[in-house]
């Protein structure tokens, strides 16, 4: 897997923008949508959990299910639609940029996995699917599941990672200040 501190930084990017954006605002503090975004990136990972007890080939194992962009985004709908229960005085287009944010970073995770060079491959179109995929180019080194032997990877690791997240905060900067200059321009 990518690391954690990478699966955050890629999420939170992508909440850059979407924090800009008029209805976004109305609801919810810019910061929370930007670490929201990094917390639900880094969520498909909470599978590590069954990783011992479960078979590397199986749905539940790591890189199975909670790593498809068919369940992500359909998690992600679902914790949108309930918050949008809760949060009754938001307009339902706000919610479902919530929810394509939300959907975004869960994806992205699965991608960065993709790109890793070691670890099973991503059940990416599970349930349509349960090939498990790498993408062709694998420039970031796994890291390992277990933290404790995190220390010892590390600069490997965060090594071969630093380029995307300097590619997704600079993305996620320009995304913004693109928003933010459209939204100040008056309507013809």
């Not at 897997?1 to 990017?13: Q, R």
């Not at 790593?67 to 949008?84: D, K, M, N, P, R």
């Given at each position: 897997?990518?690391?954690?501190?990478?699966?955050?930084?890629?999420?939170?990017?992508l909440g850059l923008p979407v924090a800009r954006l008029r209805p976004a605002q109305a609801a919810f503090r810019p910061w929370a949508l930007v670490v929201s975004s990094g917390l639900f990136a880094m969520?498909?990972?909470?599978?590590?959990?069954?990783?011992?007890r479960v078979p590397y080939d199986d749905v539940l194992a790591h890189r199975g299910l909670t790593?498809?962009?068919?369940?992500?985004?359909?998690?992600?709908?679902?914790?949108?639609?309930?918050?949008?229960a809760l949060v009754r005085?938001?307009?339902?287009?706000?919610?479902?940029?919530?929810?394509?944010?939300l959907g975004s970073a869960a994806v992205s995770h699965s991608l960065l996995d993709a790109l890793t060079d070691g670890g099973p491959g991503v059940m990416l179109f599970y349930p349509l699917s349960k090939a498990r995929l790498f993408l062709p180019w694998r420039p970031i080194h796994v890291s390992p599941l277990r933290p404790a032997a995190f220390p010892r990877w590390a600069s490997r690791v965060l090594s071969s990672e630093w380029p995307f997240w300097v590619a997704a905060v600079v993305a996620g900067l320009?995304?913004?200040?693109?928003?933010?200059?459209?939204?100040q321009r008056p309507d013809s």
């Open positions: 897997m990518a690391s954690v501190i990478t699966h955050f930084v890629v999420g939170a990017s969520a498909s990972d909470l599978d590590t959990v069954l990783v011992r790593h498809s962009a068919v369940v992500q985004i359909l998690v992600a709908l679902a914790l949108a639609a309930a918050l949008g005085a938001l307009p339902a287009s706000a919610w479902g940029l919530v929810a394509a944010l320009i995304a913004s200040r693109l928003i933010a200059g459209r939204a």
